[in-house]
């Protein structure tokens, strides 16, 4: 594994996130410089449960620390995009079986779209919006029990993409992951990384 800093065991040192950094899956690379983190995953890489054969991907690879029992997670997200399903997202990761992820995705149809997949043993895989720029804000939430999903064009106005929940969970995780289910890899990018350990104020606005 290449790295450029390190910081909490032995992986980027994020200013402002919480101790305990892991990675579920190491990826090819990873830099973090000057508050950018790139993570370069390999080839045939996905978290995903099909809901028609069951057949499991859990080879992405994904850099994530404890949240709180409420937070926000947001980044400013791009990622290269040669092949379908390549992609940037922010995850939350309850268990192998139960977690989230709203991504930048190239999608089926060849285009950039934010993409959300929801798993509770299967997963459960929306097409939203289709994305015209270079990059787009994404937000994980949790009130309560509800996890909510966002995404917006300039980081002040939001617009809700779905919000669901994963029951009754132990500690969840929270960070950010790069895939490449079809080609021969992808790196994704985030900027203007925040945590905050309290949830949204307005749930189904995402402010």
């Given amino acids: 594994m290449e790295q450029q800093q390190s910081g909490v065991g032995g992986v980027p040192g994020l200013v402002g ?57 947001t980044a400013l997200v791009s990622a290269s995009m040669k092949s379908r399903w390549d992609a940037g997202a922010l995850m939350v990761f309850a268990d192998r079986e139960n977690w989230g992820k709203i991504a930048f995705e190239k999608s089926a149809y060849q285009e950039p779209t934010i993409v959300s997949v929801v798993t509770k043993g299967v997963s459960d895989d929306c097409n939203g919006e289709v994305w015209k720029g270079q990059g787009v804000w994404l937000r994980i939430g949790k009130v309560g029990k509800g996890i909510g999903l966002y995404n917006s064009a300039d980081g002040v ?36 990384i925040s945590y905050r350990a309290r949830g949204i104020a307005d749930q189904f606005m995402g402010e």
């Fill in 17 to 73: 996130l919480a101790e305990g950094m892991e990675w579920l899956v190491e990826p090819v690379s990873w830099s973090f410089d000057e508050g950018v983190l790139s993570i370069t995953a390999g080839a045939k890489t996905d978290w995903f449960i099909s809901p028609t054969s069951g057949a499991r991907a859990e080879s992405a690879p994904c850099l994530t620390f404890p949240a709180g029992s409420e937070f926000t997670l």
């Fill in 157 to 192: 106005k939001w617009r809700m993409v779905r919000v669901f929940s994963l029951g009754e969970t132990g500690d969840l995780r929270v960070g950010f992951e790069a895939q490449s289910p079809t080609g021969q890899g992808a790196t994704a990018t985030f900027r203007e």
